[in-house]
């Protein structure tokens, strides 16, 4: 609440304000030393006037007054009257309607919870844990015989890496092949 | 007192050591030559070479030591040397050469985890291949 509103301080005064409207029209007036003082002689006036009732003389007998407003209200049946709607600002409907602020913040509150929840890892006493198989991996390999290529084949999740070399000499038996392999030079 | 800590640590270090096993292999399709101590590596070989049976020709264990150039004498003139390059954290990087004789058939230099294989096609001997079966485990 900036601005100044004798309405609201009046309203304040006569005790027709009500939670979040009149808690801030209550610290606004603590802190504006022109509607402190609006609030004062409001609340002087009421004094006064609590002090000093007005005391009505009626010149016809209550019974015959009440007899007047009952032929009245009879004689006005029927007629249709406008009657004049006040336009209601959001603080004024927020004010009336509460119970939907409420549930408009409870709203959101949830929405953000969901959304955090909804983010973290969810950790919960069944975590599957996977064992990754070991596998090798090659970085290089190289021969020195000529003629011979090493071709190396990746590791997948079932099968390990493999050195395929191939150019090497091809033997008829074993004997033959440690004899030829003993004599090779790299 | 001193030297049974100090024992007692070596103990451990020994045990906590990753160990590489090398085989030479002969990948045949005579089934008089299957071998039952490759009935564990036997599936493995089969789905990569597609022979059916397989005989281990020689087979040796060393503990790897960082830097340090284990051989293993497989027999029939094949020596494989491995030397570690990383050890512990992590795969091993070792670096491995397969030789015969003099010659130096294949120099790799590969990261196997625990439990990890390494095969190598090598000659072919009549109908049948030379193969070289490396593995790692503590």
Partial sequence: MKAHHSELISALVDGELKGLRRWLVQRHVTRCAACAAEYRHFQHVRELLAANPVTSTMSDSPEFFWSKVKREIQAREGQTVNVPVPALGLSDWLGQNRFVLASAVAALIAVVVLVFAMQTPRQNSNTVVIIQPPVATVEHASTFIANTVATTIEATEAEPAVIWVSGLPWTPDMTEMKTQFAQLDS | MRRLILFSLLVVATADAAQVQARLIRATKDDKLADERLKVLQPKLK????????????????????????????????????????????????????????????????????????????????????????????
């Fill in chain 2, 47 to 138: 789905k990569t070479f597609g022979f059916p049976y397989y005989q281990q020709l020689g087979e040796k264990q060393e503990a790897l030591k960082l830097d340090t150039t284990n051989r293993l004498d497989l027999g029939e003139g094949f020596v494989v040397f491995v030397t570690p390059k990383s050890i512990g954290k992590g795969p091993n990087k070792l670096e491995v050469e397969w030789t015969s004789g003099k010659a130096s058939i294949v120099k790799v230099t590969v990261k196997i985890p625990d439990g990890g294989h390494l095969f190598f096609k090598g000659p072919g001997v009549a109908n049948d291949w030379i193969l070289l079966a490396l593995t790692v485990h503590e």
